[in-house]
């Protein structure tokens, strides 16, 4: 029994006397709805031997791209969407049917007609139905209408166990068979290790008010899976397309069994086959869709605590930044407190009379400002956004129609948008033009799971109603997409207010899809060394799920970093995609100067360097924008046919070119790296060494060990305070030798001219000949006609101890040429070239 005196004091330290008391007369509102509408939770799990399953095959039609297969207990609809590309949709109705309508999906970004003809044909045999396309073949067993998903060979890369199947009650599964030396990944965000195998997900969107490793499930989880198994040699997607509250059983009820269900809705699920995870996730990102190019300053380092407050707090953290620390940073966020007793869309009068002038000041000095906005609206109805969202009808409703829900949030009671209706997100995206009028750069949507606060459910009542784009449903399938479409509903407010510039909204919730419409914050995390390391196998599978523009509270949320700890959690924050320190309510600051020095000068080293990697990392944005590929990625994204990689999640690869492996562990300063296949370059010291090995590193406080890969050209620019902060006269290229190519992608980092043409594409291929002599041929072609401002290169040929013999640039000698200060390089000086050639007597 929780002592019900320390649970209301905690309540009143943490939320104050009137959302405590909110809460407790919810819990008791909550009680009586109960009785009205019916109960709300997980509803229980039927027996697997009473589900429905299809039984034998009578008959199978084609028509388009689906192939209708009707069997004695229900019918698929199988349709070919791409030649590794099935959708495999089960209803419990025998008859044959045409092709099932579509309904609306909130994950899938193309539609059926988008997707060109897929050439495929239906073979019978005594046994089976099989559909086959030139990539896979999809066999039903006439016998059980049980589905195997095979390759050309005939290998299996996926099959049923006990297959699809319904209860009356509702509920619907799909039991697969678990290959022998099967891993799992995906599924967003979990607090798992990087293989998902051995255990239970939950697919229901929570707050857990400050999660530890191993619980689940937290702020935003998606229905989507990625199996791997035969050496490596077979890898697929499978995106079960169901918002109902449900889970995902990889192993843990039977070892050699994997499940998925819904409490309601359909069975239907996209197959995707690989047989390579990169083909996976560029197909699976095809069809849920990837985000759009973010601005260039998102990429620079944020700055957050709850809350910096009032107005001389924020001018003095952005003095501190550029006048006393000389540490770079881009954007200052300003949490809860900045709102006039939490009333989203409104500003504190006392603590922030000027907001316009104070972000003025801060665009000034190059800052940009991201603020706060929860779903939660404060039941007020002197409250212009309370009052407008009654007139509008925007709020949800209990199931008779006329009740408003309310729940307790930071301001107390609330109201909430019903952001599945497409009416009431106009309406909320509106708002914001109260912000973008004083000059807010950009949006972070937070509780969006939605959270209530109350100790008998910590979200909405599953009756509550909701729009669901017309059709109407209740809560248990709203849930889910409830902060996806809240972001949705943000992002494109932004782009009708601004439609010139790149919107940034954050979000701490979503759905398969969110990636469309916003980045993510691994929500409320702890400052621990463990939730350090647990940051890169969420990050890893964040971005295999297709969200790939994410990271944690650098430093941990709840408690307060050690200097080392913030420290070792930033230098892995500098490969991240999103950088962000951020901080707890009741704990001290964690700005990069909080602990004095030594820190403080690694810090600053550490966040200059993110700068200098600024046009590379950009450059893996765009890739990712391209074609959905990661910017964090596991190892075995790039080598899949290495076993030793398929479940290592204390490393991982940024970008094409470097492999990052951030301590892990309070004290240490050597650590154990596994460098896989080819050669690779200690990026502090330019040693090379040969994979696949594991090797010590020396790890001492001031670096984080880092690996570039031979035969990669990577970008760096000019350290700076912010972005934008001064023509760029130089960029330097830095080269490794060996066979590779790179790229590097330019624009004007924040409209969308890029759209139009206005971007530079540039291809380096580079070729060395290890000789003797040795020889270095670099090529560089670009396309697109933006023009960048800097018009020279430096380039940096590592791994090399002496002046080369001859050095051209298309043909022309190359004057100026020294050897680095560390003995193992050398710097060239040179125009904008396309071919250079070195060459070692
Ligand atoms: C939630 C957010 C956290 C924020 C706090 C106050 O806990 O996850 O980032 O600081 O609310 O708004």
Not at 38 to 44: L, M, Y
Not at 273 to 288: D, I, K
Not at 320 to 329: A, K, L, Y
Not at 764 to 776: A, C, K, M, N, Q
């Amino acid at each position: 029994m929780p002592n019900i005196l320390s649970l209301l004091l905690r309540g009143i330290k943490q939320l104050g006397l009137v959302t405590t008391w909110d809460s407790i007369t919810y819990q008791m509102r909550q009680k009586r709805y109960q009785a009205r509408f019916g109960s709300s939770g997980p509803s229980s799990r039927p027996a697997k031997s009473d589900y429905l399953r299809p039984g034998h095959i009578t008959s199978h039609t084609r028509q388009g791209r689906t192939v209708t297969i009707t069997c004695a207990n229900g019918s698929y609809a199988l349709t070919l969407l791409a030649p590794d590309l099935i959708r495999v949709r089960f209803h419990p109705t025998p008859t044959p049917q045409s092709p099932l309508s579509i309904p609306h999906s909130y994950p899938i970004a193309k539609p059926d007609d988008d997707w060109p003809p897929c050439d495929f044909h239906v073979v019978e045999t005594e046994a089976t139905v099989e559909i086959k396309t030139s990539r896979l073949a999809c066999r039903v067993a006439k016998a059980s209408g049980k589905l195997a998903f095979l390759d050309l060979e005939g290998n299996v890369v996926n099959e049923d166990e006990a297959g699809v199947g319904y209860h009356p009650a509702g509920h619907v599964i799909c039991h697969k068979r678990i290959q022998p030396d099967e891993h799992f990944y995906g599924l967003g965000e979990r607090t798992c290790r990087l293989d998902r195998r051995g255990r239970r997900y939950e697919m229901w969107n929570t707050d857990p008010q400050t999660y530890q490793p191993d619980q689940d499930p937290i702020h935003l989880c998606m229905p989507v899976l990625l199996g791997l198994h035969s050496r490596g040699r077979q890898g697929y997607g499978i995106l079960f397309d169901n918002t109902f509250r449900g889970r995902f059983d990889l192993g843990a009820s039977r070892a050699d069994v994997a499940s998925f269900e819904a409490e309601g809705g359909e069975l239907c699920y996209y197959f995707i086959y690989g047989p390579a995870l990169t083909t996976v996730v560029e197909r699976y990102t095809e069809l849920t869709g990837r985000m759009t190019l973010p601005p260039l300053w998102v990429l620079g380092y944020h700055q957050s605590r709850w809350s910096y407050c009032p107005e001389a707090r924020v001018r003095k953290l952005a003095a501190d930044f550029r006048e006393v620390h000389h540490v770079p940073c881009d954007c200052i966020h300003l949490d809860i407190h900045y709102m006039d007793g939490y009333r989203c869309f409104t500003w504190d009068p006392e603590r922030f009379p000027d907001p316009a002038g104070l972000i003025a000041d801060l665009h000034e000095q190059g800052f940009k400002v991201i603020v706060i906005i929860d779903p939660g609206i404060k039941t007020d109805r002197r409250y212009w956004v309370c009052k407008s969202g009654l007139e509008q009808d925007v709020f949800c409703k209990y199931p008779d129609g006329k009740t408003l829900f309310k729940g307790p949030v930071w301001p107390g009671n609330c109201y909430f948008p019903d952001f599945t209706n497409p009416r009431v997100r106009a309406w909320w995206g509106d708002l914001y033009k109260v912000l973008t009028d004083v000059g807010v750069d950009g949006v972070w949507n937070d509780m969006n799971e939605p959270s209530v606060f109350g100790p008998l459910g910590t979200t909405f009542p599953d009756f509550v109603r909701h729009d669901l784009e017309g059709r109407g449903g209740d809560h248990v399938e709203a849930h889910n997409v409830y902060g996806m479409q809240m972001a949705r509903a943000t992002v494109e407010g932004l782009m009708r207010l601004r439609p010139d510039e790149r919107p940034v909204v954050i979000t701490r919730s979503g759905w398969a899809g969110v990636q469309r419409y916003a980045l993510s914050w691994t929500g409320d995390n702890e400052a621990t060394w463990e939730q350090l390391w647990l940051t890169m196998p969420m990050l890893m599978n964040l971005g295999l799920s297709g969200l790939a523009h994410t990271g944690p509270d650098v430093g941990g949320f709840s408690g307060f970093a050690t200097g080392e700890l913030f420290t070792r959690w930033l230098q892995m924050g500098v490969f991240l995609p999103f950088l962000r320190a951020h901080t707890s309510l009741h704990d001290p600051d964690q700005e990069p100067w909080s602990w004095g020095e030594p820190y403080l000068s690694v810090n600053r080293r550490h966040i200059e360097l993110r700068y200098r990697l600024l046009p590379y990392l950009y450059t893996a944005f765009w890739q990712c924008a391209q074609t959905g590929l990661p910017i964090v990625r596991p190892l075995l994204l790039a080598f899949q046919d290495d076993t030793a990689t398929h479940t290592l999640d204390d490393q991982f690869l940024c970008g094409d070119a470097f492999l990052v492996a951030p301590v892990i562990e309070e004290g240490a300063t050597r650590r154990s790296v596994y460098l896989p296949a080819g050669v690779w370059y200690d990026f502090w010291t330019d040693e090379p060494f040969r994979g696949p090995a594991h090797i010590e590193v020396e790890a001492p406080l001031e670096r984080v060990p880092l690996f570039v890969r031979a035969g990669s050209v990577v970008p760096l620019g000019s350290p700076m305070q912010y972005v934008g902060e001064g023509p760029a006269d130089r960029l330097t290229l830095h080269v490794y030798p060996g066979d590779g190519e790179g790229q590097l992608y330019e624009d004007d980092g924040h409209t969308w001219a890029f759209q139009n043409g206005n971007y530079r594409l540039t291809h380096f291929i580079l070729s060395t000949d290890e000789g003797p002599p040795l020889r270095l041929d670099l090529r560089r072609q670009t396309e697109g006609h933006y023009e960048p401002e800097y018009r020279d290169f430096e380039v940096v040929i590592h791994g090399v101890d002496r002046l080369p013999h001859t050095a051209t640039a298309d043909g022309e000698p190359i004057e100026q040429c020294e050897l680095d200060d560390s003995g193992h390089a050398i710097r060239l000086y040179v125009g904008l070239f396309a071919c250079l050639i070195v060459e070692w007597a």
